[in-house]
Each structure stands twice: as C-alpha cells, then as structure tokens.
C-alpha cells in the first residue's frame, strides 16, 4: 500500500559532511510531514539519515537494496531495517534471495529509487557519485530532479554544482521549493523562537560570532576578537 502514497527519493554522498547532514535533515521533516513517503537505499550516510530522520518526523521511508532480503548491507543499518518495517515503511528489493552486494547492482538499484519517486533530490554529491546515477535516470524517466548547492571549493557538492550547471535540473535551497515544484501547498510550520540572554561578557562573545555553519575554535576566537571581544581559549 505504501507504494501507492505520493514519494520522493532523497539521494547522496556516502561519505556525509556534517553540511551534509544537515541539509538532510532540514529538507526531511518538511517533506515528511506535507505527506511525502521518503525513497532512499539504506546505504550509510545521507541515506541512513534519510530513513532515521523520516522515523522521527513520524513518517514512512522505503530503503531500496541492491541484494536480496536475506541481510541487510550495511550490517550497521539492520537495526534500522528494522526500525523502518516498525513504523509503517517498506524495505524493498527485485532481487532474489542469496544475491550478494556486487557493484553493478547498485546503479540497477537506483532506477528503481527514480522510479518510485515524483522526483528525486540530490542532497550532497561528490563527483562520481552514484546519487547522481540517480538523477541521471531519473531526469531519462521525466521525473523532476532537484539539487542542492554547495561552496565552489567543497568536494563534496562538485557533483551537486556540475548537475546545476547543466541547467537540466533544479536548484532547490528548502524542502518547501520541492513541494512547490510538485504542485503542492507547503503547510505551515509552527515558527520556534529561543530568546536568549548571555550571562557574561564571554557568552556575549562567542554568541555574537557565532554563525549558521560550523565553526573551528580558533576562527570562532578570531570573529569574537575582531568584533572587539577578548576571547582566548
């Protein structure tokens, strides 16, 4: 039944930055809860933050394999094999029992995660990526395909910005710019405010320099000293 529901297929790196991770994040639950079932491969990385932040936004998530049902690859993910069939989602494969993890399979896997999906959003993608096999056939199949940017020296998004120089797929910043490619109406989100006070000179400091992104210690010492704080760790 669950393959009958509206779905989108959220693809990406392996090897996950924390930017990454939080793009993921941010464009999951919004999806999530607009009604979209999540399609993803159960890979470890962007695909299994796909399924577990899918779980806590209360939703469903079908992993897609690229061998047959008798074990879960990666070992890692078989508690969240689990985890994904206790709340309603699907763990998905056309191969036949005994089939092993080879290479090959996996580009064969991602057609199947185009295919079930209105459309396919790369979150992060290296060059070489197989999520961009993903968008690839997925565009072939005349599904819409959106992309995430990244910084022009992160090698991690050299993948994401060459598929948007092509101009055959769709910048997407937030979840709400897929929704509104599909044709549906983003709900509202209840807006969260934190109101905070800093206790001293020194919370001031490292509050004031703080920024969106993740920040080493020493670049967030330098921003606080060049606003006029002294601030040593």
Known sequence: AILDQPSIALVGTRQMSAYGRRVTQAFVGPLVENGLVTVSGLASGIDTIVAEETIKAKGSTI???????????????????????????LI???????????????????????????????????????????????????????????????????????LLSKGTAKLVTKAEDVLIELGMRPREANAVTVDFVPADAFQKAVYTALSAMPQPVDELTERANDLGYAVTY
């Open 63 to 89: 992993a897609v394999l690229a061998h047959g049902l008798h074990y879960i690859f990666p070992k890692a993910n078989e508690a969240l094999a689990e985890r994904i069939i206790e709340n309603g989602g």
């Open 92 to 162: 998905l494969t056309e191969e036949a029992l005994g089939v092993e993890a080879d290479t090959f399979r996996f580009p064969k896997r991602n057609r199947l995660v185009a295919g079930l999906s209105l459309g396919t959003v790369v979150l992060e993608a290296p060059a070489q990526s197989g999520a961009l096999i993903t968008a690839r056939i997925a565009l072939e199949e005349n599904r819409e395909v959106f992309v995430v940017p990244g910084q022009i020296f992160d090698p991690h998004y050299e993948g994401c910005n060459a």
